[in-house]
């Protein structure tokens, strides 16, 4: 079975600090993506990157960054983490051979105050 | 941008009855999958229906696909407690990267 674990399942964070979210997938899958889910809106994606140390921006990038320095891991950063950040993140991946289905860690709900 | 827009946006059954769900998409899509996300958790992937496909089925699940229409079905039969959760449409493109566009969901809860 595919697996894709996210670093914490809850967290709170002041504004301004830097935070780091981490998510893991242990079947070598290329593309990785990160996307924030917020009541009425649905699942709207941060960032995606489909090879190791390449990213793209999805449609709300603005106070996010990404790193992808292995294969298996992702990490969305927020450089100064404000109170419209606080959300639910979702980290998923998918393999070229596995057509579009995504596989999605658990989440991480982070709220900043 | 939101691909995808569920409807209705939220349903109420009992257990044993059939819910259905729609969803509707602007653009020239290569597939169409719905997820399931329980309360609080990440998404599973259910089903996955191709753009040169009609229907599929999958257990309790019937998905069916009017590309004329640009709109898509859930039906899941014979509902269970268990079944409780949103269920989310996600449409890909041939040019997307393996991208989803999702939609807001319709939020589905099954009562004994």
């Known amino acids: 079975d595919v697996k894709v674990t996210q670093s914490s399942r809850y967290l709170v964070k002041r504004t301004g600090e830097k935070v780091f979210l981490e998510c893991v997938q242990d079947?070598?899958?290329?593309?990785m993506f990160w996307y924030r889910q917020d009541p009425g809106l649905g699942l709207r994606l941060i960032y995606f990157s489909y090879d190791v140390k390449m990213k793209e921006k999805g449609d709300i990038p603005e106070g996010y960054s990404v790193s992808r320095e292995k294969k298996e891991r992702f990490s969305l950063i927020l450089e100064s983490a404000s109170t419209n950040q606080t959300s639910m993140y979702l980290c998923?991946?998918?393999?070229?051979?596995?057509?579009?289905?995504?596989?999605f860690g658990p989440g991480t709900r982070l709220t900043v105050l | 941008s939101q691909q995808g827009e569920e409807d209705p946006q939220a349903l109420s059954i009992q257990e044993g009855e059939n819910a259905t769900m729609n969803c509707s998409y602007k653009t020239s899509i290569n597939n169409l999958q719905w997820y399931r996300q329980n309360s609080g958790r990440g998404l599973v992937h259910l089903i996955l229906?191709?753009?040169?496909?009609r229907e599929k089925h999958s257990g309790r699940l019937r998905v069916t696909l009017d590309t004329s229409k640009k709109s898509s079905s859930l039906l899941i039969t014979a509902s269970r407690a268990a079944d409780t959760a949103s269920y989310f449409c996600a449409t890909g493109t041939l040019s997307s990267w393996g991208k989803l566009q999702f939609g807001a969901g319709t939020q589905v809860v099954v009562t004994p």
């Open positions: 079947m070598d899958h290329e593309n």
């Open positions: 998923a991946s998918t393999g070229l051979e596995g057509g579009d289905t995504q596989y």
């Open positions: 229906i191709r753009s040169n496909e």
